[in-house]
């Protein structure tokens, strides 16, 4: 069955919903479901995320240790930008990745993505110059992480639909439990016995869990040959459209807050490990929002969930964290709310990406969106880096505060969309 689509517009004629309803009516029994195998393929890409997305929703760790050691000469944006660089190029090579993983499936890509990536740490221990930072971590670290992340996520779209959300919020609370570990193992270790050995540490960890995944995670679906890249006609589905923009704004703010929560808490006169414990307590929620939001979006639908989730936060930035920024007994519960939004948007972006496209083409699609939002993360960390020493932490907040509202903006068009233009409160979308 095909999907009739109309180029000249992003509009969502009514036949195109029909069309895609009746394929996952179609589909929908032909998916285990569950199962040890799927169950595993969940587990694997569980393990191998903690590595991976674990490792970018740490970066504000990394960050603020080269600002004040190895990278002190240089000012904070302009550190910022390796951290970005490392999750701009993990998200922007989805778009090479997921064409690769709807024709070879997940196998090989992942083993060569899993050694590079180990790679990239080891040699990151022995990095003191910027240009050694940007090449080790920025460059080799961030693309042999993008052939892991991808084709992971993908492969739980073979084994899952109905409970596609649950299944993908279990996978991705794998970045949280990285990113509540790591900062606790990094800030201590390094005290313990230094930069390097840190980083040995953190690889050997890699190997362990990255081999779980290599072991676990494989696809379902008989590989096929896609022509290009870029599937054009993403861009004509208007469900598509509005949430890749949703993404792209979303990312910007969590990794402006991932990448700057340390140095946030410095420059409000905070310890530097405050600034540490405030990701930690950022993570704890980013976990607990991507397992709930894929709960709930199994049975309230996904659309409904990423509008209430992301609203919700964006008041709470306006609420809390602008007036009151400066009281540590306000930031602490407000991480929490930060991570169970940004942890929720993660977690729910796959799902409703799914919901627009077929099975065998969610791979593109999916890199497709994920290489329109990654020029968001390229920029947030510097631009909001450069906005805390200039404008000051408050300003910084209200401006995060905005994109994020843009971002649910987005979400709420790409919902009435799906509903085919008539808005319907109630509707499971």
């Known amino acids: 069955m095909s999907i009739e689509r109309h180029p000249q517009s992003i509009s969502t004629p009514p036949e195109v919903t029909a069309s895609t309803e009746g394929i996952d009516d179609e589909n929908e029994d032909k998916y285990p479901e569950g199962g040890l195998k799927a169950w595993l393929v969940v587990f694997g890409a569980f393990a191998m995320l903690i590595c991976t997305f674990g490792m970018m929703s740490s970066v504000g760790v990394l960050q603020s240790y080269w600002e004040t050691h190895q990278l002190k000469e240089y000012s904070s944006s302009v550190v910022g930008w390796v951290p970005s660089v490392f999750v701009f190029l993990n998200l922007m090579l989805g778009i090479q990745i997921g064409p690769m993983f709807d024709r070879y499936g997940p196998r090989w890509i992942i083993l060569s993505g899993s050694v590079l990536y180990i790679l990239s740490f080891f040699l990151l221990a022995q990095c003191k110059e910027y240009y050694q930072f940007m090449l080790c971590m920025s460059i080799l670290g961030g693309a042999s992480s993008s052939l892991i992340s991808t084709p992971t996520m993908a492969s739980i779209s073979h084994w899952f639909h109905r409970r596609r959300g649950l299944a993908t919020g279990i996978a991705m609370s794998g970045a949280s439990i990285g990113g509540i570990v790591f900062p606790i193992i990094l800030r201590h270790v390094i005290d313990e016995l230094g930069w390097s050995w840190a980083l040995r540490i953190m690889g050997f960890i890699f190997v362990f869990l990255l081999t779980i995944g290599n072991l676990c995670v494989k696809g379902r679906l008989p590989a096929k040959l896609r022509k290009g890249t870029i599937d054009m006609k993403c861009f004509s589905d208007s469900r598509f459209v509005w949430t890749t923009a949703g993404a792209f704004f979303s990312e910007i703010v969590l990794f402006a807050s991932l990448g700057l929560i340390p140095s946030y808490a410095v420059s409000q006169g905070f310890s530097s490990g405050t600034g540490t414990y405030l990701l930690v ?95 968001g993360t390229l920029v947030g960390i510097p631009i909001a880096g450069e906005l805390l020493q200039v404008a000051g932490p408050t300003r910084l907040a209200a401006v995060l505060g905005g994109i994020f509202g843009l971002a649910l903006v987005n979400f709420t068009i790409a919902r009435w969309s799906c509903l085919k233009g008539n808005w319907k409160w109630v509707a499971k979308v």
């Open 281 to 375: 307590v950022l993570n704890t929620g980013s976990a607990v929002g991507r397992l709930l939001a894929g709960l709930t979006s199994d049975h309230f639908g996904a659309y409904n969930t990423m509008t209430v989730v992301v609203g919700f936060t964006t008041i709470c930035i306006f609420v809390l964290w602008v007036p009151f920024g400066r009281y540590i007994g306000v930031l602490y519960p407000f991480s929490f709310i930060l991570g169970l939004g940004t942890g929720s948007f993660l977690s729910l972006t796959p799902v409703c990406v799914g919901r627009a496209c077929k099975t065998e083409e969610f791979g593109q699609w999916l890199g497709t969106c994920y290489f329109v939002s990654s020029f």
